[in-house]
C-alpha cells in the first residue's frame, strides 16, 4: 500500500481517493499484463457482486 501512510487529509489534497489501483509491472509481455488485469478485475466484479 503505497499511500496507506499519508494522513486522510493529505490525501484528499493530492487526489488520491480510497478507488486508487496502482499497477507495477514488468517485462512481461503486453497480451500477457491484459489477460491478468482482465482476471483480476472479473474476480474483483464477482466478488462484488457475491456479497
Not at 509491472?25 to 482476471?39: M, P, S
Request: aromatic share 2%; glycine share 14%; net charge negative.
Amino acid at each position: 500500500m503505497t499511500h496507506d501512510g499519508i494522513p486522510a487529509a493529505e490525501r484528499v489534497i493530492l487526489g488520491i481517493g480510497d478507488d486508487l489501483i496502482r499497477l507495477s509491472v514488468g517485462v512481461e509481455e503486453g497480451a500477457d499484463l491484459v489477460w491478468d488485469l482482465e482476471q483480476a478485475l472479473l474476480a474483483a466484479v464477482e466478488g462484488i457482486s457475491g456479497l
